[in-house]
């Protein structure tokens, strides 16, 4: 699992992207959980993820959960095969802008602005409702389409601004893991919406980019988030999830 897959940009025509572009963007809140599999107090977060989100979204809130594997709990009994320094340093960064303590599992980000324990179900409720009241500044439309060893994204934004990034992830929507080791020695975990691959680069109007598919994965049990977010304020500006075709 160490060997994370490679990351291409390419140019390719956009022919599968259609933007329709709403009058009104429909809110959305994005939750990135920074979790791992050796810290105990982490499984309780990782299935309030799939909870609360299943739950708001029935609400009729559009709420995209995202777990981030960190690896400072990697020497302490077990090796999380899911952590990725760059998740790591992703969420030293959110520490840095918006939470002047330590950094800490299990912790959740919403849409880059705030931040909250991620085992409490009423801060998750409440960040996701302030969230999704605010309309989002950038439309995004997408598209994923697995072809052979690959996968192909293509995107279209409705404007640019400066600054402004582009953030996609290839989820595993659903896991199972027994950690023989740790702080969850002989606990059966359920993960959701893990991320396998993630790769940022700056925000365009048209863009097609090439993945490669990672060992394992099945793409039925997989989807691809696509978010926009301010490279300073860490603010996030427009989002989508789309499955695999």
């Not at 390419?10 to 009104?24: A, P």
């Not at 980000?109 to 996701?128: D, H, L, Q, T, W």
């Not at 929507?173 to 691959?197: A, M, Q, S």
């Amino acid at each position: 699992m160490k060997n994370w897959p490679w990351i291409l940009l390419c140019s390719i025509t956009l022919g599968s992207v259609s933007f329709v572009s709403m009058e009104k963007p429909k809110p959305f809140a994005v939750v990135e959980l920074f979790t791992a599999e050796g810290c105990s107090s982490c499984p309780v977060a990782d299935d309030l993820l799939k909870e609360m989100t299943e739950i708001l979204r029935k609400e009729g809130k559009e709420v995209i959960g995202l777990s981030f594997h960190v690896t400072y709990w990697n020497k302490q009994g077990w090796e999380d095969p899911y952590s990725q320094e760059i998740f790591t340093e992703r969420q030293k960064k959110y520490v840095q802008r918006i939470s002047p303590e330590q950094l800490y599992t299990p912790q959740a980000v919403v849409n880059g602005e705030k931040e909250f324990i991620g085992s409490n179900p009423m801060a998750f409720r409440n960040e996701v409702t302030e969230a999704v009241s605010k309309a989002p500044a950038i439309e995004i439309v997408a598209s994923a389409q697995k072809d052979n060893d690959n996968l192909v994204v293509a995107y279209k934004s409705n404007k640019i601004q400066s600054n402004t990034v582009i953030n996609i992830a290839l989820v595993e929507t659903h896991v199972k893991h027994f950690i023989p080791r740790g702080e969850n020695k002989n606990l059966t975990l359920k993960h959701y919406n893990i991320v396998r691959t993630f790769t940022t680069s700056a925000l365009k109007s048209n863009e097609s980019i090439v993945l490669s598919w990672p060992d394992g994965l099945v793409a039925g049990n997989s989807s691809v988030i696509l978010y926009a977010q301010h490279s300073k304020s860490l603010k996030i500006v427009g989002a989508t999830e789309v499955s695999i075709e």
